[in-house]
């Protein structure tokens, strides 16, 4: 028996992040999101010629990156109920 549209399987995680051109646009996001984000944070740190905490500098990007992830998630999620309705 086939299942009908309505009781369809959601799609897998793997699918949600991986799919639909995702990392691409996640890094781009975090590229100018981070960036912003660097120059509030740490731009009088580098303008004073120092470096920042590497530590702080990673967090910077990679926050971006997941908040757009994660929204492509929760957004792919909810196109994926409202479809089986």
Not at 1 to 6: A, D, H, I, L, W
Not at 44 to 63: H, M, N, Q, R, S
Request: charged share 15%; proline share 7%; net charge positive.
């Amino acid at each position: 028996m086939t299942q009908s549209v309505n009781q369809a399987a959601p799609p897998r995680l793997s699918e949600m992040i991986f799919g639909d051109n995702t990392p691409r646009k996640a890094f781009l996001t975090a590229l100018v999101v981070g960036t912003i984000l660097m120059m509030i944070n740490h731009g009088d740190v580098i303008l004073a010629g120092e470096a920042p905490p590497v530590l702080k500098v990673v967090l910077t990007y990679c926050v971006p990156y997941c908040v757009t992830t994660w929204g492509a998630i929760m957004g792919k999620r909810a196109q994926w109920q409202r479809d089986r309705k």
